[in-house]
């Protein structure tokens, strides 16, 4: 699976940005889909998760109540609706895809970078 991540860009604090990760090569719908942020100096951290159905999905504590993952498996895309955004929100962000059956994420994007200025 090839991934490629889109949508990242520097907004104002409260704002908004949607993230795009646009997927190719096995069947889309197979895998659980993931984001992922890791900012300067820091490791990287699980962000957000769906499940292969859309049915399950999973966050962070500190994004649950703002940001909002979704997927379209008709057109291999993972969506990350970001709002109300903080300055901590700040890093490169990343997607990712496992078979569900899998502990760890083995796909990765490129990552895209998100900046909210105070």
Do not use: H
Not at 6 to 19: D, E, T
Not at 44 to 62: K, M, N
Not at 89 to 101: F, G, N, P, Q, W
């Amino acid at each position: 699976v090839q991934l490629q991540a889109s949508g990242g860009g520097l907004v104002q604090a409260g704002g908004s940005l949607r993230l795009s990760c646009a997927a190719s090569g096995r069947p889309f719908s197979r895998y659980r889909m993931g984001w992922f942020r890791q900012a300067p100096g820091k490791e990287r951290e699980f962000v957000a998760a769906i499940a292969w159905s859309g049915s399950i999905t999973e966050y962070l504590d500190s994004v649950k109540d703002r940001f909002t993952i979704s997927r379209d498996n008709a057109k291999n895309t993972v969506y990350l609706q970001m709002s109300s955004l903080k300055p901590e929100d700040t890093a490169v962000y990343y997607c990712a895809a496992k078979a569900e059956s899998n502990t760890y994420y083995n796909y990765w994007g490129q990552g895209t970078q998100v900046t909210v200025s105070s």
